[in-house]
């Protein structure tokens, strides 16, 4: 599936490119096959799908953590094994379980190991950790240890980490899962505020709906279909056709504002 248009008639730059990206964990076994994608600056782009489709490891993709055949772009620049480096500090990815993220005895050392690697004065570090502490509404908390926190908490603090290194593409996977509605929320308005690109690999389509401008429907390692949340997510014969129903708020008959 071609998706080039989606980079004309418009001022905004192109800052991640897919073209034909193919991926297996074992030899015959495709998870992923020919991916084509554009996404443009400050785009908030909803990867859903059924269990198996391949989400969660197209993310792993963007920053260069399992490598595929095919090409990727981050802002202009390809990704090859001598750009990696500068391509994980462009986009950060954030993993569905907070855990493997979380390995350091405070908060506020976890959130700094980034830009601590990026040899950043200490100075301009306390000045990331604080600013990214508080986006997440966890600047309170900073000497904490994270076994001592909620699993919410953890997966807030989780984004911090990735915060703090300013990428221009944040990835999250399942971003919402596991959350009780206090966090849930709290991530929602952070989401909907922030001026970075995100592309969330999600099961929960009215988060989608909330947050997102473009929804991806991905199903057996392909893109099916692409287009805006009000109107993709309401196909019900299409969500049903790749495991997928509609959103909550649509089978209760409530209204939300789409993107």
Not at 90 to 111: A, K, W
Not at 147 to 162: D, N, P
Not at 232 to 252: F, K, S, T, V, Y
Request: glycine share 8%; hydrophobic share 40%; aromatic share 4%.
């Amino acid at each position: 599936m071609a998706l080039d248009h989606l980079g004309k008639g418009t001022s905004r730059p192109i800052v991640l490119r897919l073209e034909q990206v193919e991926f297996a964990y074992s030899p015959g076994e495709p998870v992923l096959k020919g991916i084509d994608l554009v996404v443009q600056a400050g785009e908030k782009l909803a990867v859903v799908g059924p269990n198996g489709a391949g989400k969660s490891t197209l993310l792993t993709l963007l920053n260069g953590t399992r490598r595929c055949k095919g090409r990727i772009w981050i802002e202009g620049m390809p990704l090859r094994p001598d750009t990696v480096r500068e391509i994980r500090r462009r986009v950060g990815l954030v993993f569905q379980n907070p855990d493997d993220q979380l390995f350091c005895p405070t908060i506020e050392e976890d959130v700094a190991f980034g830009p601590l690697n990026l040899g950043l004065p200490r100075e301009e570090v306390a000045h990331r950790i604080a600013e990214a502490l508080k986006a997440v509404g966890m600047d309170t908390r900073r000497t904490r240890h994270p076994l001592h926190l909620s699993y919410g908490e953890k997966k807030l603090v989780a984004l911090a980490t990735v915060l703090a290194m300013r990428p221009a593409i944040i990835a999250l996977d399942e971003p919402t899962s596991n959350l009780d509605p206090a966090h849930r929320r709290r991530l929602i308005r952070w989401m909907q505020q922030s001026t970075a690109t995100l592309i969330l690999a999600t099961h929960d389509l009215d988060m989608v709906l909330e947050v997102c401008s473009q929804v991806v429907l991905l199903d057996n390692g392909q893109i099916v279909a692409r287009g805006r949340p009000d109107s993709l997510l309401r196909d019900q014969a299409l969500l049903e056709a790749h495991g997928l129903e509609l959103p909550l708020c649509w089978q209760m008959g409530f209204t939300t504002e789409g993107k």
